[in-house]
Each structure stands twice: as C-alpha cells, then as structure tokens.
C-alpha cells in the first residue's frame, strides 16, 4: 500500500485547508481510512476517520470544523478543516489500514 498526500502548506487563522491521500495497492472500499496529525512535542492523535458501516469519528480538537470524506472510485480520503487555529500546526497524516502516508506541514500562522 502506498499513499501520497498532497494540501497543506501555510494557513492563515481562521482560513480553510483541504487535504487530499491518494492509495494504491489497496481495495480501498473495505478500508477504515483516516488522518492523524502530530505537532512538534506532542503525540500523534487522531484527526478524522471512517470505518465502512460505522461512519465518521473526530477528535474533540477539530470536532465541528473538520469534515473528511472518501472516494472509492479515486481511492483518495480528504479532509477539509476551517476555522484554523495556531494549534492546529502539525504534520497531517493519512492512514489506510495500518499504512501511513509520509505526513504533510500545515502551518497555521500570520
């Protein structure tokens, strides 16, 4: 399984961000699929994911401002997140199954 991210970047607060992952090598439908993000000092922790049949779950950091969603035709999961926050400055990664995407910047500053 191989993942590609792509988004992210430098956001201003309060601005929007759209990430996208792109898989290979995988079914992808059957997949749960999600991002995670870690910022500099702290765990990893979840962002958004979703479990065929189950749904979406978010953590309570980004609850109500994030939405993610997933093409399985395309095979990408996306993420858009606003009302950003200095807080929210982290590397974002993707996840299908168990696999890891390499991780993209988001840099929310003035």
């Known amino acids: 399984v191989q993942l590609q991210a792509s988004g992210g970047g430098l956001v201003q607060p309060g601005g929007s961000l759209r990430l996208s992952c792109k898989a290979t090598?995988?079914?992808?439908?059957?997949?749960?699929v999600g991002w995670y993000r870690q910022a500099p000092g702290k765990q990893r922790e979840l962002v958004a994911e979703?479990?065929?049949?189950?749904?979406?779950i978010y953590g309570d950091s980004v609850k109500g401002r994030s939405t993610i969603t997933r093409d399985n035709v395309r095979r990408t999961l996306s993420l858009e997140m606003n009302s950003l926050k200095a807080e929210d400055t982290a590397v974002y990664y993707c996840k299908v199954r168990n696999f890891w995407g390499r991780g993209t910047l988001v840099t929310v500053s003035s």
């Open positions: 090598g995988t079914n992808f439908r059957l997949d749960t």
């Open positions: 979703i479990t065929p049949g189950r749904g979406a």
